[in-house]
């Protein structure tokens, strides 16, 4: 059974700093690619920042470009997201994402839970 467990959310000022951390736990053979995706309530989930294992190849929203920052550890199988400079509108709630992920299951996505990011104006 693959797990992906979010920390790091919270509520901060805007042109604060919150750092996300999603780990994937489990027998896993490889993972694709992992991410973070987010939700405001009424809004579609939209995409953040997803980055490949392999080649650590990222791709960002435009509306995050140059604020947040997508890492991974491929000894701990977790993805970091480092948010600086937030606005108001970051405001969400942020779900982790592995993509092509194989394990004992099959290959498949997983989402994390999800963790709320609040950022106060």
Known sequence: QVQLVESGGGLVQAGGSLRLSCAASGTIFSINAMGWYRQAPGKQRELVATITRDRG?????????????ISRDNTKNTVYLQMNSLKPEDTSVYYCNGNGIVSLGGRRDYWGQGTQVTVSS
């Not at 190849?57 to 920052?69: E, H, L, M, P, Q």
């Open 57 to 69: 190849i990222t791709n960002y929203a435009d509306s995050v470009k140059g604020r947040f920052t």
